[in-house]
């Protein structure tokens, strides 16, 4: 359904190393950078058939995270889950809401979650969901 998602940021050299750290647990190379024709720079993350993108906003103005937005990353266990958040806390990320851990997701079942924002505000959640 998805092509790619793709996050402004303030200070691209600064998200690069961040997500060099974060998506490297994932199993995902480092980010290659890539300057479009108007000269704006980006990062590209590529992992099997998914794409996740940094960039400096085209318009010139200042990158911001959009409220009520969320980035989820799907995990391959719970405790990558738990290490997806701690590399990030690591590197300065923020921890929010609850402790990494299981929860009840209504319908979905249950899931291994954990949320935390990135250098740029933006709120990110490592997701495990078990096999029915």
Same mark, same amino acid.
């Given at each position: 359904?998805?092509?790619?998602?793709?996050?402004?940021?303030?200070?691209?050299?600064?998200a690069k190393a961040f997500y060099d750290k974060v998506l490297g647990v994932l199993?995902?190379?480092?980010?290659s950078i890539n300057v479009g024709k108007g000269g704006h720079h980006r990062v590209f993350y590529m992992h099997g058939q998914n794409i996740f993108i940094l960039t400096?906003?085209?318009? %010139?103005?200042?990158?911001? #995270? !959009?409220?009520?937005m969320t980035i989820g990353f799907a995990c391959a266990s719970p405790e990558q889950v738990k290490e997806l958040h701690d590399v990030a806390v690591a590197n300065g990320g923020q921890s929010i809401?609850?402790?990494?851990?299981?929860?009840?997701?209504?319908?979905?079942?249950?899931?291994?979650?954990?949320?935390?924002?990135?250098? %740029?505000?933006?709120?990110? #959640? !490592?997701?495990h969901r078990p096999a029915a």
């Amino acid at each position: 359904m998805f092509s790619h998602v793709m996050l402004g940021t303030n200070d691209l050299d600064r998200a690069k190393a961040f997500y060099d750290k974060v998506l490297g647990v994932l199993g995902a190379r480092e980010g290659s950078i890539n300057v479009g024709k108007g000269g704006h720079h980006r990062v590209f993350y590529m992992h099997g058939q998914n794409i996740f993108i940094l960039t400096q906003p085209i318009n %010139d103005e200042p990158a911001d #995270c !959009a409220n009520g937005m969320t980035i989820g990353f799907a995990c391959a266990s719970p405790e990558q889950v738990k290490e997806l958040h701690d590399v990030a806390v690591a590197n300065g990320g923020q921890s929010i809401e609850d402790p990494p851990g299981l929860r009840d997701g209504g319908a979905l079942g249950p899931l291994h979650l954990s949320y935390f924002r990135d250098l %740029d505000g933006h709120k990110i #959640c !490592a997701l495990h969901r078990p096999a029915a």
